[in-house]
């Protein structure tokens, strides 16, 4: 198995980044390595609505929350050495970015797991990550079943079939 050394976890508090969570934390106690936890806004979305620019954005509490909701992000197991990273700009690039200024040896993210019409206009972050990334990357679209936790929750015990059942992308 290849060395681990750091994980980057980055997140955009939906569930399936929170599953994600899960599984790059039990993979940073596994390895006893450094969990990178990364959150990034897109500036120019943060101060809209349905009705164009927002009058009562306030960006110093808008930053403050998001800070907060990062920094919730906390390890269900022990003995997980976790930081965190807030930045602001595209998602794609500063992931890649990020990924990079740390030295990552894995990225283990959520993907909504949209496909179809969706994704061809849209795109996919998670897509862009594994396509462009230097190091390795494992997407979670779906909760792990509970059976799987139990079975191969520690990721000494993973064999690489069952980790390429989890990988989606």
Known sequence: MLPINTILHPTDFSEHSEHAF????????????????????APANHAMNARGVDPNFNSEEWYREALEELHSHQPSTPNVCLSY??????????????AAECEADLIVMGSHGNSGFQRLLMGSIAEQIVRQA???????????????????GSAYAMS????QEMVTG
């Open 85 to 98: 990273k807030f930045v602001e700009g595209d998602p794609a690039t500063s992931i890649l970015q990020v």
């Open 160 to 163: 690489e079939a069952p980790l």
């Open 134 to 152: 230097s190091c390795l990357v494992v997407t979670v679209n779906n909760p792990v079943p509970a059976a799987e936790v139990e079975t191969y």
């Open 22 to 41: 899960a599984l790059a934390c039990s993979l940073a106690r596994d390895h006893h390595t450094h969990l990178l936890v990364l959150h990034v806004a």
